[in-house]
């Protein structure tokens, strides 16, 4: 009997129907010499540590570090019944095809009931990128050999394993020393958690302690044949700071009076410069979690339980859970089914889908930025957008747009800068022309009256120059001496700390780790950022304050308790390099755990100022 090991009823539903699995049982499907079953996510859990010796289930400092010999796992009650279907079936096979998520936890999810079972019959792995029909009729052509990802499941073990050390042991140590200071919370400690908080405790300090200065600046309205346009005065080097701005009041106030009394301005250079912007490439998922937040004020876990609907339930968009967004060059065979598609799910899009350029390869077709995953696009299959809600449909569009782009041309405007001088003073005018719509077309449609409505950076967006050229003179009709104060930085959204977890590299001085975090794409996973966030807010450490969060005061008070090395993402850096290591076959599973107990076992030791010999733990 040939077993599929799916993860949800929902993917075991779609691989059934593919596969002749027609007849509906208990937890299963079945048809032919297939069964199709399924894990409901993780049926089993990593086992507390009261389940290791009882005296575990009272906190202590003497106990600590609490590191298991032998690892155990548990059954979730929730679950308990379609863990012993999945078992029994498991247990009957000839042949095991894992058809879990395409990823590490994926794996992971498989192998502990692969394990549990003692199954030892041959192991194929399919790899979906997709649920629509064709795509797994693809994936069933292409099945790979369990041993192939076999070492993703070392590495998420791993990863779990060393998870339970740190977060059992240190969130024990610092909440019980905690409370002989007084405090009476508990100070919950995580690998990636405990970093990201310091990156929302550090960004509040900063405004906490922000002190505003003062700065003035000058806005001139002018008009040169009868089009009015603005510019802005710059100060001399002698009265700014190094950011350019104007600290010196009398400079400015005496500034804005020349102006004033010159009454025109003479254009002394004019130079214009054509830029061409590439399309985006498709989201992967940060990107995408960055961009609703910014743009639909969706929280990041809704946008990955939206992306996860679209692509479980609507069949309407790729795998979510990317942290790519290129496309391999083997799917520009599949372009013009896609297109077709799209214009089937909402025949609103034909207008902008006969413009494109079919045969147009951009930047996104590259097969050597692919990781095991790739960007996430619309199906090869129509979907129905009526059976979709309207925070669905908004996501779905979000897609769409991005895969739209990439066949139409770069987006190009003239750039205009021109100086001119007013009473012995410059000023600066910028002017943007767009020359040519190209991909931006894609953003028009996808949010009508937002031309730009994926991108919310102001700083090209502009007036229209008039036509100016050296000598030109132009009236001044309006001059606004403006006293303004510099501000804080902004508290983070959800979306812009997904964005800060990626990019955490910046705050890591040693140059590998640096690397290694820019090649991780930082701390976290697509997988994982919205659960720890999400945790972080449950947890009460991060507070939503509007669109923003803030870090509470339980929050500072762990950041100040735990060692550096837990809150620096450099940290997490080396973690990872280990990960890859046993996912490429260069470190065993047990050499990391023991390094990870060995870390852990010394950072006890060291806040508690004690040194006695450590024997083995349960």
């Given at each position: 009997?040939?077993?599929?090991?799916?993860?949800?009823?929902?993917?075991?539903?779609?691989?059934?129907?593919?596969?002749?699995?027609?007849?509906?049982?208990?937890?299963?499907?079945?048809?032919?010499?297939?069964?199709?079953?399924?894990?409901?996510?993780?049926?089993?859990?990593?086992?507390?540590?009261?389940?290791?010796?009882?005296?575990?289930?009272?906190?202590?400092?003497?106990?600590?570090?609490?590191?298991?010999?032998?690892?155990?796992?548990?059954?979730?009650?929730?679950?308990?019944?379609?863990?012993?279907?999945?078992?029994?079936?498991?247990?009957?096979?000839?042949?095991?095809?894992?058809a879990t998520d395409a990823d590490r936890e994926g794996e992971m999810i498989a192998r502990e009931i692969i394990n549990l079972c003692g199954y030892r019959g041959p192991i194929q792995r399919l790899w979906l990128s997709a649920l629509n029909d064709a795509s797994i009729r693809k994936a069933l052509g292409a099945l790979k050999p369990g041993s192939e990802t076999l070492p993703l499941y070392h590495s998420a073990l791993a990863r779990s394993r060393a998870d339970w050390l740190i977060g059992m042991n240190l969130s024990r140590l610092f909440t019980l020393l905690g409370r002989k200071a007084g405090y009476q919370g508990v100070l919950s400690v995580g690998r990636v958690q405990t970093p990201t908080l310091?990156?929302?405790?550090?960004?509040?300090?900063?405004?906490?302690?922000?002190?505003?200065?003062?700065?003035?600046?000058?806005?001139?309205?002018?008009s040169h044949s009868g089009q009015p346009f603005s510019a802005a005065w710059f100060p001399p080097d002698t009265v700014t700071d190094e950011a350019g701005q104007c600290r010196n009041q009398d400079a400015a106030t005496q500034a804005a009076e020349r102006i004033r009394a010159a009454q025109e301005a003479h254009v002394v250079s004019v130079e214009t410069e054509r830029v061409r912007e590439a399309a985006p490439l498709p989201f992967d998922l940060g990107t995408l979690q960055e961009v609703c937040s910014r743009q639909l004020g969706l929280d990041v876990q809704e946008t990955l339980d939206i992306a996860q609907a679209l692509y479980e339930t609507h069949k309407a968009t790729t795998y979510p859970r990317s942290d790519c967004g290129y496309l391999p060059e083997s799917m520009l065979a599949e372009v013009p089914t896609v297109l077709d598609a799209i214009v089937n799910t909402d025949p609103t899009i034909r207008p902008l889908v006969d413009k494109l350029n079919r045969s147009q390869r951009s930047r996104a077709w590259n097969d050597a930025k692919i990781t095991a995953h790739h960007g996430i696009i619309p199906t090869l299959e129509p979907a129905r957008l009526s059976t979709m809600s309207?925070?669905?449909?908004?996501?779905?569009?979000?897609?769409?747009?991005?895969?739209?782009?990439?066949?139409?041309?770069?987006?190009?405007?003239?750039?205009?800068?021109?100086?001119?001088?007013?009473?012995?003073?410059?000023?600066?005018?910028?002017?943007?022309?767009?020359?040519?719509?190209?991909?931006?077309?894609?953003?028009?449609?996808?949010?009508?009256?937002?031309?730009?409505?994926?991108?919310?950076?102001?700083?090209?967006?502009?007036?229209?120059?008039?036509?100016?050229?050296?000598?030109?003179?132009?009236?001044?009709?309006?001059?606004?001496?403006?006293?303004?104060?510099?501000?804080?930085p902004k508290p983070y959204t959800q979306g812009e700390l997904i964005k800060a977890m990626k990019g955490v590299a910046?705050?890591?001085?040693?140059?590998?780790?640096?690397?290694?975090?820019?090649?991780?794409?930082?701390?976290?996973?697509?997988?994982?950022?919205?659960?720890?966030?999400?945790?972080?807010?449950?947890?009460?450490?991060?507070?939503?304050?509007?669109?923003?969060?803030?870090?509470?005061?339980?929050?500072?008070?762990?950041?100040?308790?735990?060692?550096?090395?837990?809150?620096?993402?450099?940290?997490?850096?080396?973690?990872?390099q280990a990960l890859d290591m046993i996912e490429a076959g260069q470190m065993t599973l047990d050499t990391f755990i023991e390094k990870q107990s060995a870390w852990v076992a010394q950072l006890v030791d060291e806040y508690l100022q004690i040194r006695p010999s450590r024997q083995g733990r349960d």
């Open positions: 009997m040939r077993v599929f090991l799916c993860e949800k009823p929902s993917q075991g539903k779609d691989i059934a129907r593919v596969v002749g699995a027609r007849q509906r049982g208990n937890g299963c499907y079945n048809g032919g010499n297939a069964v199709v079953t399924w894990c409901i996510g993780h049926l089993v859990e990593a086992a507390q540590p009261e389940a290791y010796d009882e005296q575990y289930k009272r906190w202590s400092i003497d106990q600590l570090p609490i590191i298991p010999r032998s690892w155990r796992i548990d059954i979730k009650p929730a679950t308990a019944a379609q863990f012993k279907i999945v078992t029994d079936l498991v247990g009957e096979a000839s042949e095991l095809v894992i310091r990156l929302v405790v550090d960004r509040d300090g900063e405004i906490a302690s922000f002190v505003p200065v003062p700065y003035w600046t000058i806005e001139v309205a002018l309207e925070k669905e449909q908004a996501v779905y569009r979000l897609i769409r747009s991005h895969y739209l782009a990439q066949f139409l041309p770069h987006h190009e405007y003239d750039r205009t800068v021109a100086i001119l001088s007013a009473g012995n003073q410059n000023l600066r005018a910028t002017g943007k022309q767009v020359v040519v719509p190209g991909w931006h077309l894609a953003q028009i449609s996808n949010a009508p009256g937002r031309p730009n409505s994926d991108d919310d950076d102001t700083s090209e967006r502009g007036q229209i120059l008039p036509s100016l050229s050296q000598g030109s003179r132009c009236q001044i009709t309006e001059v606004d001496l403006k006293a303004l104060k510099t501000m804080p910046r705050l890591v001085a040693d140059p590998r780790l640096k690397q290694k975090l820019k090649e991780t794409t930082g701390i976290g996973t697509e997988a994982t950022r919205a659960g720890i966030i999400t945790g972080l807010l449950g947890r009460g450490y991060l507070v939503k304050k509007g669109r923003a969060i803030r870090a509470s005061e339980a929050a500072f008070t762990l950041i100040d308790a735990v060692p550096p090395a837990i809150a620096d993402p450099g940290t997490t850096a080396v973690w990872e």
